[in-house]
């Protein structure tokens, strides 16, 4: 496969485009950020994102071509996300590629979203993770621990049972007056705080399984703010709270390293720019002399480079007709999108 791919990713409320070649060089990568469109909404509104990426995403590809110096005649390629995510958001990335991909008869990559994620940390890269490795997803939408043996080759060993991390975060984040997104505030407040001043929860696996929860850590939370209304440190509040979900999630990590091999630990998704998180996975690397990849923010965050990567390494599995390839919201983890 010849690897100079156009990826675009429209799935949530990040427009996006980037050049990508062989799944390793970003040539661009563009994002458009919506958040001042929702902000005052404490949420993502579907409606909004959907008319939003039909503003934004053909601007997004021209630049994204343009900064790579490049004319989409020079493509290889076109990987778009195909899902899971909002149907309205989308179904504008994927009919854009579609119509790129019969207008310039280039194949056309339909790409899980959540794969995406994970080839993140191939991008810009020097060294990149050998297979297998061990990753820990955690965002907005999703938290989970993948086993990853080959680019096609993946099975979710833990999740969580309620809450993602990254909604914990936000969520936690709104209870403290934050405004959405609330995760990188939080995280900033949290730095001056005590991490021990408050005893929070940390949800133990009863059944050997390594699932997660963090529904009971964030009702923790709100049952403290109310019977300390007056007595608040809300920066002590902050860090006690990022202390529990890091040590959640790290326990599951550890267990998880412990019961297979595997060359690496990688971290992604929005949750993985967490300083907390980053220090304890990078501590305990340290401690057991593990690798560990942390890509930078602008990589872990929803992008296009992702998912362009991503169709690379998956090539032909997720190949697919242009003329037959649909959005699908609910798209599960294990099938190659295609
Ligand atoms: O991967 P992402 O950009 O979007 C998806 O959910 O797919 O992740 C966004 C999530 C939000 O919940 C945001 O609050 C969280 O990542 N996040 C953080 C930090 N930066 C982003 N959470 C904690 N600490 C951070 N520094
Ligand atoms: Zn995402």
């Known amino acids: 496969m010849r690897g100079l791919l156009l990826g675009i990713e429209t799935s949530c409320d990040d427009t996006a485009a980037a050049v990508v070649q062989d799944g390793h060089a970003v040539l661009s ?7 001042r469109f929702h902000e005052k909404y404490g949420g993502i509104v579907p409606e909004i994102a959907s008319r939003q990426h039909v503003a934004l995403l053909s601007a997004a590809i021209e630049d994204a071509v343009e900064r790579a110096q490049l004319r989409l005649r020079d493509l290889d390629g076109i990987a778009v996300t195909k899902g899971p995510g909002l149907i309205g958001s989308l179904v504008v990335g994927v009919a854009s590629a579609k119509a790129l991909a019969l207008a310039l008869e280039r194949p056309l990559y339909g790409v899980n979203h959540l794969h995406g994620h994970i080839f993140a940390a191939f991008l810009d890269a020097d060294p990149a993770p050998e297979f297998p490795f061990l990753t820990l997803l955690v965002s907005g939408g999703h ?61 133990r696996s009863k059944d050997g399984s390594l699932d997660m929860s963090f529904s009971g850590l964030k009702t923790s939370v709100r049952y403290y703010l109310q019977s300390h209304e007056t007595t608040v440190n809300a920066a002590d509040v902050a860090a006690s709270f990022q202390s ?67 169709a690379f390494f998956q090539g032909e599995a997720v190949q697919s007709e242009p003329r037959t390839l649909t959005a699908d919201p609910n798209l599960p983890f294990e099938l190659l999108a295609a």
């Not at 267990?255 to 993985?272: F, H, M, N, P």
């Open 143 to 203: 938290s989970q621990l993948v086993s990853v043996q080959g680019p096609t080759e993946m099975q979710v060993i833990g999740r969580t049972r309620d809450d993602a991390a990254g909604e914990a975060y936000d969520k936690t984040a709104r209870l403290l007056g934050l405004d959405f997104p609330g995760g990188p505030q939080l995280d900033a407040m949290a730095k001056n705080g005590d991490p021990k001043a408050i005893a929070f929860p940390r949800h």
């Open 29 to 35: 990568s563009v994002s458009t950020n919506q958040d």
């Open 244 to 310: 529990a979900v890091v040590d959640v999630l790290m326990d599951r990590v550890d267990e998880a390293w412990r019961r297979e091999t595997y060359t690496s630990v990688v971290l992604s998704g929005g949750v993985a720019a967490n300083s907390a998180l980053q220090h304890a996975l990078r501590t305990w690397g340290e401690r057991n002399g593990v690798r560990t990849f942390i890509p930078p923010p602008k990589y872990c965050t929803d992008n296009a480079a992702m998912i362009a990567a991503a």
